[in-house]
């Protein structure tokens, strides 16, 4: 990749639900592309890292002022990878706001498949809440995002998006 990616993009954002391999996916694109790199859970205020421990799902009044700072980091850092779960276009909209140029990846991955990966992972995230993630999570369009089947190799994923952006 060249030092700066090509339009019309400023920020790629890697997302799905709880351990669809968004963080790792995302940090291994930021590092292809040699771009700022962040994983939107690292900006969630102790309230909601504590509720989702706990075992509740966060609500939408819960996520808004996450995703207002995460909305102004995708232009501070531009460009950039950000690993954000982003369920619903709501949520997406408003991660535009202050104006970045999103291209969204959404990593569709099977039920089975991340209980096991969630299983096997120390995280804040207990596997009891994965359901409802999947119930929070609004799929956008092929017109709305590039989507990848979450379960191939990172190295594969990583490769699928570099090529999209260089279309
Ligand atoms: N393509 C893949 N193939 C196999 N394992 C993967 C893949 N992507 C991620 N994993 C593994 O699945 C687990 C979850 O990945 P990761 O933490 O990246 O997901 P996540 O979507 O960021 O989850 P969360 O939002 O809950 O933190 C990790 O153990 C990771 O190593
Ligand atoms: O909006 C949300 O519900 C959250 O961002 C979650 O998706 C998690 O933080 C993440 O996936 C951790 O497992």
């Given at each position: 990749m060249p030092d700066s990616p090509p339009a019309p993009y400023s920020a790629w954002i890697v997302m799905g639900v709880s351990g669809s391999g968004k963080s790792t996916v995302a940090e291994a694109l930021a590092n292809a592309m040699q771009v700022a790199y962040a994983d939107?859970?690292?900006?969630?205020?102790p309230e909601n890292v504590a509720k989702m421990r706990s075992g509740v799902p966060l609500e939408d009044v819960d996520r808004w002022p996450w995703l207002d700072t995460l909305s102004r980091w995708l232009v501070e850092e531009s460009p950039c990878v950000l690993a954000c779960s982003a369920h619903k276009q709501s949520h997406r909209t408003r991660l535009a706001q202050h104006g970045a140029a999103i291209r969204f990846v959404y990593l569709h991955t099977d039920i089975q498949t991340l209980r096991q990966r969630m299983e096997s992972r120390e995280h804040f995230?207990?596997?009891?809440l994965l359901q409802t993630q999947f119930d929070a999570m609004e799929p956008p369009s092929e017109d709305d995002a590039l989507i990848?089947?979450?379960?191939?190799?990172v190295d594969q994923l990583v490769a699928a998006i570099v090529s999209d952006a260089r279309r």
């Open positions: 939107a859970d690292d900006f969630h205020p995230m207990p596997v009891s990848l089947d979450g379960t191939l190799p």
